[in-house]
C-alpha cells in the first residue's frame, strides 16, 4: 500500500474501533444480526435488537402498536406508568434470551480489575470477536465447542465462564457445569466472577426470587444454583478427583497449555474424562483456552488439529493489537513519518489489521524484549507466533508452517510382524476397532508397492533411543524416492515410533525394510557404540543382520574394506556429519525437498533448538528429536544415494549382498 493508502486506511480502523458501543441500545452490538426498531412508549424507544427476537409474533405486534397499543390488545384500554414499566421487564426478560450483550451489561456486575471497586460487564472489543464466534455455534444449534488461543489480560476467561452461566441462568435448568484450571486456585478466581455476578443479580430478571448457591452433597468445591437447579464443579488437572464429571452438560478448562503430564496420567486423558460426560446438542459448552506454552503439547496439538479441521473444535486467537490497552497515540502531523520508518515486520503487522497507534506501541515493546521469542509468546500477533518454546530455533517458523500444510493422518496403523510357518513373509498386523496406542506402533501413509519393483525405490533410515519410558524414542522412517524419477521429490510413506529393547528394534527395522521392496536400510549406530557393552551388542545385532539382510549401509568405506578393515555398519553421527544432515534438512523444508505427513515431526522440529554454547543442536529440554535425526538421515540419503533402478521380474529372487556405504554414496 502507499503511504496515503495506510493513513486512510488507519483513519477508517481508529473510526471503527473508537466507534460507539452500547448494549443497551445495542449499538455497536456486532455478535449477532440485528435490525434497529422503534416502540413507542418504551423507557427505551429505539433499539437496535436480535433479528431472532423480532420473528416473534408478541415481538412484531409490540413493535407495531406499541406500548399501549399492545396493553390495549390485552384488554388494559387505558395505560398506567405501572403496566408499561411491567410489561417493560417482560420485554427486557424476553430480550435477555437473545441478547447476551445485553444480559451481561444489566445484570452482571464484575470487579474493574486493578481499580477496587465493581462495575457493569460491558464487553471489550475482544471479547466481541471471541463472543461472535460463540454465538455462530449456538444459533446454528450446534455444541459450543471451542479452543481458545489468547494474548493476556482482555478477559477470555471472565467472558467463558459468564456465557455458561447465562445460559445456565436463562436458558437451562439442570444444566451443570465444571471449571478446571491446572490448579485450583485458577479454578477458585473463575468461581468468584460466578459468586459476584449471582449475589448481585436483579430481583426483577427472577421475578422476585433471589438466587443463592449451597453446597452439593457437603462439598464446596460443587455449588447448585438455586435458580434453575444448576450445578457448577470446580477441579485442577493437578487434583482431577474432586471434579463430579456425571451429569455435565457445560466444561470450561482454562491455562490448559500449563498442564503437565504426569505418571499414569496425561492432559488429554483428564479432558476426554470430562468431555466424555458431555452428551453434545444445543447448548453445550467444551471451551479449552489457554495463552500458549510452546508446541508438541496437548493445547498445541488440539489447535493444530482445530486449524486442520480433524476435530469439532472452533479455533478462535485473539492478537494482541486486538485489546486497545496496547496502544501509543500519534501526532497526525507525523503519519508520513511514521510510516517511511515502518520495517518490513511493522508493514505485515499493519497488513494484519493493526493500527499505527498499536504499532508504535509494538516499536517500544520490541526494544523492550530484544528477544523476539519472548516478545512473540508474550504479545503474539499470530498463533504461529504464540506457540513459540525457544530463542535459538533452528527451523524457521515459516518452514516448519509450510511443512505441516502436507501433514495428514495416517491411511493405516498398527504393526509389522515378521514372518512365521504361516506367512512366508512380513504381514502388516492393523489395530484392533476401538484399540488406541500412541507409542509402539506403525503408521503407514503409503503402503509397499507390489506391482512395481525398483532398487533402493525405498529408504528406511532409523533413530536409536532408550528402552525406558523416560528414556528417547526410537524411531524408524520410511521414504518412497519414485516421484524423484520423474523430477518429483521424495515423500514419507511410514514411521514407528516407541520404547523397545535394542535386538527387537533392528530386527523390526529389517522387517519394515523386507516389506518395503528390500529398501536400503540405514540405521543411526553411533549413540550405543558409546555405550559400553550395550552398544558392543549392538554392533554384535548390525553384524547379525547384515549376514542375513543384503541391503545395509555400512559407513566403511570400499578402499577400507579392500584393506582388510571391518566393515562398521551403520550411519555415525558425530560433530562432522549432524550438522550436514541437519543443514541439509533446513534446505529440503525451505525448498520443499521432500513430503512430510508425519505432524509429530513438525512439533519436534519447532522445539529443534541451538543450545547456549552455540555448537550442539537438539530438543529444548524435557523434550525429544528422535523424529528430527532419523528425518534428516533419511532426507540426506535420499538425495546422496543413486537414484532407483527397475529390477526386471528375473532378478527379483535373487538375495545378492551388496554394501552400501558412504564412500559409494
Known amino acids: 500500500m502507499k503511504k496515503e493508502e495506510i493513513i486512510e486506511e488507519n ?23 440485528r435490525h434497529w426498531v422503534e416502540i413507542e412508549d418504551f423507557p427505551l424507544t429505539r433499539m437496535n435488537l436480535p433479528t431472532a427476537m423480532l420473528q416473534k409474533e408478541n415481538i412484531a405486534r409490540l413493535i407495531e402498536k406499541g406500548a399501549k397499543g399492545y396493553l390495549a390488545t390485552r384488554g388494559i384500554h387505558t395505560a398506567s406508568h405501572r403496566s408499561i414499566i411491567t410489561l417493560w421487564l417482560e420485554f427486557c426478560r424476553e430480550r435477555i434470551k437473545y441478547d447476551f450483550e445485553y444480559w451481561a451489561k444489566t445484570m452482571a456486575i464484575i470487579s474493574d480489575k486493578g481499580k477496587g471497586r465493581d462495575i457493569p460487564f460491558t464487553l471489550n472489543r475482544p471479547q466481541r470477536i471471541y463472543l461472535k464466534e460463540m454465538e455462530k455455534l449456538r444459533n446454528a444449534g450446534r455444541p459450543i465447542d471451542i479452543i481458545l488461543c489468547k494474548a493476556r489480560q482482555w478477559g477470555g476467561s471472565t467472558l467463558t465462564q459468564l456465557y455458561m452461566l447465562w445460559i445456565q441462568l436463562v436458558h437451562k435448568q439442570n444444566w451443570n457445569s465444571v471449571i478446571c484450571g491446572d490448579i485450583e486456585k485458577q479454578s477458585s478466581i473463575v468461581a468468584g466472577i460466578l459468586a459476584k455476578v449471582i449475589n448481585n443479580y436483579p430481583l426483577w430478571a427472577t421475578g422476585g426470587k433471589k438466587i443463592t448457591t449451597s453446597p452439593y452433597q457437603g462439598t464446596q468445591k460443587t455449588r447448585v444454583i438455586s435458580y434453575g437447579n444448576s450445578r457448577y464443579s470446580l477441579g485442577s488437572s493437578q487434583k482431577p478427583d474432586s471434579l ?13 497449555g500449563l498442564w503437565k503430564a504426569t505418571a499414569g496420567r496425561k492432559p488429554e486423558d483428564l479432558v476426554q474424562s470430562i468431555f466424555g460426560s458431555i452428551a453434545g446438542g444445543p447448548y453445550t459448552v467444551k471451551v479449552m483456552e489457554s495463552t500458549a506454552k510452546g508446541v508438541g503439547n496437548f493445547f498445541h496439538r488440539t489447535w493444530i488439529e482445530a486449524v486442520a479441521g480433524r476435530n469439532n473444535f472452533t479455533p478462535v486467537f485473539i492478537p494482541w493489537y486486538s485489546i486497545d490497552l496496547y496502544s501509543k497515540p500519534i501526532v497526525p502531523s507525523d503519519y508520513p513519518a511514521f510510516v517511511e520508518s515502518m520495517d518490513e515486520y511493522e508493514q505485515q503487522l499493519f497488513t494484519l489489521g493493526a493500527t499505527l497507534e498499536a504499532i508504535s506501541w509494538y516499536r517500544d515493546k520490541r526494544r523492550e524484549m530484544p528477544e523476539e521469542w519472548r516478545l512473540f509468546s508474550e504479545f503474539p500477533s499470530t498463533a504461529n507466533e504464540a506457540f513459540q518454546s525457544t530463542g535459538h530455533r533452528v527451523f524457521k517458523i515459516s518452514y516448519v508452517k509450510n511443512t505441516r ?59 536409536v533411543g532408550g528402552v525406558s519410558d523416560k528414556a528417547d524414542y526410537s524411531c524408524i522412517l520410511v521414504a518412497d524416492r519414485l516421484p524423484m524419477l520423474e523430477g518429483g521429490v521424495p515423500e514419507i510413506a511410514a514411521c514407528w515410533h516407541g520404547h523397545i529393547e535394542h535386538d527387537k528394534l533392528a530386527w523390526k527395522a529389517v522387517e519394515i525394510a523386507k516389506a518395503y521392496d528390500n529398501a536400503l536400510l540405514v540405521i543411526e549406530a553411533n549413540t550405543l557404540e558409546t555405550e559400553g557393552t550395550e552398544g558392543d551388542n549392538f554392533e554384535y545385532i548390525l553384524n547379525e543382520i547384515a549376514g542375513r539382510y543384503s541391503n545395509l549401509y555400512s559407513r566403511t568405506s570400499l578402499q577400507e574394506i579392500r584393506q582388510g578393515r571391518p566393515r562398521r555398519w551403520g550411519f555415525h553421527t558425530n560433530s562432522s556429519t549432524k550438522p550436514m544432515v541437519i543443514n541439509f534438512l533446513i534446505k529440503a523444508l525451505r525448498d520443499g525437498l521432500y513430503v512430510e505427513r508425519c505432524i509429530e515431526t513438525t512439533y519436534e522440529l519447532d522445539l529443534y533448538e541451538l543450545k547456549e554454547n552455540g555448537k550442539e543442536m537438539g530438543a529444548v529440554e524435557g523434550n525429544h528429536d528422535d523424529r528430527v535425526m532419523a528425518t534428516a538421515i533419511l532426507v540426506w540419503i535420499c538425495y546422496n544415494h543413486p537414484l532407483p533402478t527397475r529390477i526386471s521380474a528375473d532378478k527379483r529372487g535373487h538375495n545378492r549382498t551388496r554394501i552400501v556405504s558412504e564412500a559409494s554414496i
Open 11 to 33: 483513519t477508517k480502523r481508529l473510526k471503527e474501533i473508537s466507534a460507539v458501543y452500547n448494549p443497551v441500545d445495542g449499538e455497536g452490538s456486532t455478535s449477532i444480526e
Open 244 to 256: 463430579r464429571s456425571e451429569d455435565i452438560s457445560m466444561a470450561h478448562l482454562t491455562e490448559v
Open 405 to 463: 500444510e502436507q501433514c495428514v493422518p495416517p491411511a493405516w496403523t498398527g504393526d509389522i510382524l515378521p514372518s512365521d510357518a504361516e506367512h512366508a513373509g512380513s504381514r502388516f498386523e492393523p489395530l484392533q476397532p476401538g484399540e488406541k496406542q500412541d507409542e509402539n506402533v506403525l503408521k503407514v501413509w503409503l503402503m509397499p508397492d507390489g506391482e512395481q519393483h525398483y532398487r533402493d525405490r525405498y529408504i528406511v533410515t532409523v533413530d
